[in-house]
């Protein structure tokens, strides 16, 4: 995915667990929603931009997005700043999308309110 915005590595070594791995246990849901995403060809089903533009700031993968949108709609988060809140102090959200962290106003619509 080199192009956007680069995930953290799961396994990659940190202060107090192993890895960020560690954090989510192995039957934990949003491993299902993970394989999920990554299992979609996004670009079969109308997803644009699955490529990485040449230029200007690199742009959040739609497969990271989908992912944050899933998560907000399997737990009940409509609000675009909730889940920018979410993702940044929530240990399940921030392995399901790398810790990116996308801001409140990355959303396929303008107003305010994620629609699933």
Not at 59 to 70: A, E, F, M, V
Not at 101 to 116: K, W, Y
């Amino acid at each position: 995915m080199s192009g956007f915005i680069a995930e953290a590595s799961r396994s990659q070594t940190t202060l107090f667990p192993e890895s960020l791995d560690d954090y989510i246990d192995a039957d934990n849901p949003v491993r299902i929603v993970d394989v999920f995403v990554n299992e979609l060809d996004l670009q079969s089903l109308g997803f644009g931009r699955t490529d990485h533009a040449q230029t200007g700031r690199p742009g959040y993968h739609p497969s990271t997005l989908l992912k944050l949108y899933i998560y907000g709609y399997l737990n009940r988060i409509q609000s675009s700043r909730r889940l920018e809140r979410e993702s940044r102090r929530n240990l399940e959200l921030i392995w399901l999308i790398g810790m990116t962290c996308p801001r409140h106003l990355i959303q396929p619509a303008s107003s305010n309110v994620v629609s699933c």
